[in-house]
């Protein structure tokens, strides 16, 4: 029998005469009607029907330890809110996630903690503009780096077009669309403009086009690249940032070094937060001590700080990683069996603890050299011959099965997941 979700459809009916589609970021207006969640326990949640499901949603990222605060991360954002909610001067808790985050990220010797991803990759677009005097800027298809004008662009290098209207095209111009994984397109671009890039803004990992994982060598040639025509690198890792490679992050997990990295999610515990770090003589061009302007009211939140703080701290005394990772790896594992057997044409993708399923066009055209042989019986290896290499082996392929198999599937069985084939999806 279908699940009662009456209370779900009645919140949607008011939230939708109100709100533009019903709510407050697009990927939650999911059909016929969202899922309105009252609380969560653990790795669930409720909704206002009282139905409970399994939760791979995550908050889109920053919940690594699921919806349970351990008691320290409790106790630290009571403590900081019944404190007073903001003050507008510097606080300790600042410094401290500040420290914390320079100790276990060698490229970043700086940061300035802002309350977004979107506004940390506006900001490190900007520092980067205002770093090299230049104005284009190279970014991955497929790539996502938040609702900002320089990066809400799709096409080539070449016709490079806004990818939202309210965007013009001048700006668009601005942006030069490569693909991922295609080292020789990097270079051209770079051959054509190299003299006007300012930088390349990539993810480590796509984590809005399914899960792109990059092959050996990508992003040295990244690094390379920038280094040969004097544009930063920089490392988009609001997702992957205490994520992927633990505390070191995906850059320590591939062995690269970003000039400028941005974070996001996990770093703040939980609360709204962003954060653009990297070496210092890069980061201090960042106003009053430089002439890149940046400024927030909310930035640096001591509730958000505190919570970031005494997350990673968690994470740093306890063995998360090795826990969340292996979930991930045998939550990918029995997938890849049971895709091998039921429906080879899937391809399970992911690593850590990210996981996603893509219907894209696996078995079907050229397989891919990036791995020696046969990885799909090795499961410690993360890229199977049917792995998408760039954005758009995703894109292309039958994403609307989504809709069809997941949404209404799996969600009466009591599993939510992410509403399209894009987003990543995460264990906890
Ligand atoms: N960069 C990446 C890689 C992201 O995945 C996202 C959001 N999922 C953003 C930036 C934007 O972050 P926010 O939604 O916090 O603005």
Redesign the pocket.
């Known amino acids: 029998m279908a699940r009662n979700r009456e209370n779900s459809r009645a919140l949607y009916d008011r939230a939708l005469s109100v709100m533009p589609a019903g709510v407050n970021s697009s990927v939650r207006a999911t059909q016929p009607y969202p899922t309105f969640v009252r609380s969560g326990d653990g790795a669930h949640v409720i909704d206002h029907d009282g139905n409970r499901y399994l939760d791979y949603v995550m908050g889109?990222?920053p919940l690594l330890l699921g919806h349970d605060m351990p008691e320290s991360v409790a106790a630290a954002v009571q403590r900081a809110a019944s404190e007073g909610p903001m003050y507008g001067a510097p606080t300790e808790v600042e410094v401290d996630l500040a420290e914390f985050v320079v100790r276990h990220v060698p490229s970043v010797e700086m940061i300035r903690f802002v309350n977004?991803?979107?506004?940390?990759?506006v900001s490190a677009v900007r520092l980067a503009r205002g770093h090299t005097g230049r104005n284009k800027i190279v970014v991955m298809q497929g790539g996502?780096?938040?609702?900002q004008e320089s990066t809400l662009v799709e096409g080539d290098a070449e016709h490079p077009r806004p990818s939202t209207s309210g965007i013009p095209q001048s700006f668009a111009e601005h942006t030069l669309p490569v693909p991922f994984n295609d080292e020789e397109a990097l270079r051209e671009v770079f051959e054509r403009h190299g003299d006007d890039i300012a930088c390349v803004l990539t993810?480590p990992i796509l984590?809005?086009s399914g899960i792109v994982m990059p092959e050996e060598g990508y992003h040295e040639a990244i690094r390379e690249t920038c280094d040969e025509y004097g544009a930063l690198y920089v490392l988009?890792e609001?997702?992957t940032g205490f994520r992927v490679g633990g505390l070191g992050c995906a850059q320590g997990k591939f062995g690269v070094t970003p000039d400028v990295t941005?974070f996001?999610?996990i770093v703040g515990g939980g609360f709204p937060v962003?954060a653009i770090g990297g070496r210092s003589e890069i980061i201090e061009q960042f106003s009053p001590s430089g002439d890149v302007f940046q400024s927030g009211t909310f930035s640096g939140h001591p509730v958000t700080m505190a919570a970031g703080l005494a997350t990673l701290e968690f994470c740093a005394e306890n063995d998360v990683y090795d826990h969340v990772n292996a979930l991930g790896e045998r939550l990918r594992e029995g997938l890849t069996d049971i895709v091998a057997d039921r429906a080879p044409e899937y391809t399970v993708v992911g690593t850590d603890s990210m996981f996603k399923v893509v219907f894209g066009r696996a078995n079907t055209g050229p397989q891919s050299d990036c791995c020696s042989a046969g990885c799909r019986q090795d499961p410690t290896c993360e890229r199977s011959p049917d792995c998408p290499k760039t954005g758009a082996d995703v894109a292309d392929g039958e994403t609307q099965r989504w809709d069809r198999l997941f949404r209404p599937f799996m969600e009466e069985q009591g599993i939510l997941l992410p509403a399209n084939q894009m987003e990543s999806q995460f264990v906890s």
Not at 116 to 121: K, L, V, Y
Not at 144 to 147: D, K, R, V
Request: aromatic share 10%.
């Open positions: 889109y990222g977004s991803g979107t506004e940390a990759t996502y780096h938040g609702a993810e984590g809005n988009d609001v997702i941005t996001g999610k962003g």
